[in-house]
């Protein structure tokens, strides 16, 4: 069944709570306009402004019903037409403690307004529902048109953290007994956000092999695994799920992630996707997902993600090993895991991707060798040192990362973990982010506006 996800920064979800709720019992009334897309199996919106109500847009007003005025949805159809987004409807039950429902009457109401809005805007787009009780919110998106509705999953995206409000079907929810320490440590809302989540991994080597490997044993259920290189020998050392049988064969490193990942539980779901994350057609596929990790070690595919995380509102956790053999056979460099995605720094403001790299990337060998030899092009990395206890430990951060950006608690964690390879020191790096960076430009952009340098 097809779901719709909203996606909403932390400073607006508050206003919107705070406008929805008012401050009275009787129900409150407001709409969003959003941005919108969809994948194969989403309806994604990306929450713009806010249209709050007036006091005379009320036509009837209650504690368990209200109507407004035709003048209230014409001021939302103006605001939405000229970005040539859609609308989210919002409303509350205020004297609903727990997860609130909808209503019968909500039903009618909401079928004829998403109706009204659907045909007024150009292209008929989805119409969005968020219904606000005292400490929790339900959502569902409505086909406008067809007067039918299908549950969605809500995301509020602050710098530290990650709240999320989904309803997880019993048939969908792990046997707790497999994850029984996690979830003590953890507790049972973030076990629920784990096990809710549709994570992409991108590029399944060392540490994107492990990171998926760790995903599935937390309780996972759905990842997007991208990667187009075939298995080399060199990477049996390090690729996790790689049988000695693998070397002989022309698999691609994609491939024999998801055969691992199937045997670890036969029931998770994943979305093998062997080409290149340069091309739209992944990106957009990759846009659906709720988080992605990025295990990369080349500029250009990071930057794309780079841009998908801002335009999308899907934070990306960036991890990557550099080790430099220094003299005397001292092994040196660092391990890292960075967090982007709405008011963070991204990878070009801390710069973590650089656009002198980019530019080398994409010449020809020709190329490379004589402008290297202008001194105009700085070195690629062709065989970079690699050893498995460090890109699983990279992994592992990224993973710690993950699952504090997730979880209920307020965390003081640093953008950029740095791990000192040589003097073992942990360094937490803060950037800020840059007045004039692709990261403002392209924020809630969604798919609107193409990916720099995508094919």
């Known amino acids: ?3 719709a996800s909203i996606r909403i920064l932390h400073s607006a979800w508050e206003k919107l709570r705070r406008e929805a709720l008012g401050t009275s019992m009787d129900e409150s009334v407001a709409f969003m306009t959003a941005n919108y897309f969809e994948t194969p199996d989403r309806i994604v919106f990306l929450c713009d402004s806010i249209v709050p109500a007036r006091p005379g847009d009320y036509l009837k007003r209650g504690e368990l019903h209200l109507e407004v005025s035709p003048l209230y949805i014409s001021r939302v159809l103006n605001i939405a037409e000229n970005k040539s987004y859609t609308a989210i409807m919002v409303h509350s039950h205020p004297f609903d403690d727990g997860k609130p429902q909808y209503s019968v009457t909500d039903d009618i109401g909401e079928a004829r307004t ?16 968020l219904l606000f009780g005292q400490n929790n919110a339900t959502a569902r998106a409505w086909t406008g048109l067809a007067k039918k509705h299908f549950p969605s999953d809500i995301t509020v995206l602050n710098e530290k953290s990650y709240q999320r409000h989904c309803d997880l079907s019993p048939g969908n929810q792990y046997n707790r007994e497999l994850v029984n320490r996690q979830t003590r440590a953890l507790g049972d809302r973030t076990q629920d956000n784990i096990e809710s989540l549709y994570v992409g991994i991108v590029g399944l080597g060392g540490t994107g092999s492990n990171v998926a490997e760790q995903l599935v044993r937390m309780g996972i259920q759905k990842l997007a695994l991208v990667d187009h290189d075939t298995f080399e020998p060199s990477n049996w050392s390090r690729l996790y799920g790689s049988t000695l049988k693998d070397t002989a064969k022309n698999r691609l490193k994609v491939e024999i992630v998801a055969s691992h990942l199937h045997d670890i ?10 080409k290149s994350v340069m091309s ?8 659906g997902c709720d988080i992605i990790f990025s295990c990369l070690d080349r500029h250009a595919p990071r930057a794309v993600l780079n841009e998908l995380s801002y ?6 956790i960036d991890v990557g090993v550099g080790l430099i053999k220094e003299q005397g056979g001292v092994l040196g460099g660092s391990i890292r895991a960075t967090i982007i995605g709405p008011n963070l720094p991204c990878l070009f403001c801390q710069e973590l991707v650089r656009p002198e790299m980019i530019t080398t990337e994409h010449l020809s060998p020709e190329e490379y060798a004589a402008r290297r030899a202008e001194g105009y092009a700085s070195e690629l990395e062709q065989h970079a040192l690699s050893i498995i206890s460090y890109t699983t430990m990279a992994s592992s951060l990224g993973l710690m990362m993950f699952l504090e950006f997730i979880s209920d608690t307020k965390s003081n964690t640093a953008p950029t973990l740095l791990f000192d390879l040589k003097n073992k020191d942990v360094i937490k790096l803060r950037p800020k982010i840059k007045s004039e960076c692709v990261c403002k430009k392209r924020l809630g952009q969604g798919l ?8």
């Open 114 to 129: 998403s109706e009204t809005i659907s045909k007024c805007l150009e292209r008929n787009p989805p119409v969005g529902s």
């Open 280 to 287: 739209r057609e992944v990106l957009h596929l990759l846009s």
């Open 265 to 274: 539980n036969p029931k998770v779901a994943c979305n093998v996707i062997g």
């Open 1 to 3: 069944m097809k779901r």
């Open 311 to 316: 335009q999308c509102f899907v934070p990306v």
């Open 448 to 455: 609107r506006m193409p990916f720099s340098i995508a094919d």
